[in-house]
């Protein structure tokens, strides 16, 4: 059975969660979502900083 996986940030602990992911078969990387890109976050509402 494999596990999806989802990524929120892809700063240092992403990033070591998805070479974690690729070298574990049952593990499938389904998405990762950038900081930057991550404008809604459901606890702290829209990022009204602008990059």
Do not use: C, S
Request: charge should be positive; charged fraction near 20%; glycine fraction near 14%.
């Amino acid at each position: 059975m494999t596990i999806r996986i989802g990524i929120n940030g892809f700063g240092r602990m992403g990033r070591l969660g998805l070479r974690a992911g690729w070298q574990m078969p049952e593990f499938e990387i389904v998405l990762i979502v950038p900081k930057v890109l991550a404008v809604y976050t459901a606890f702290h509402g829209y990022d009204k900083r602008t990059a």
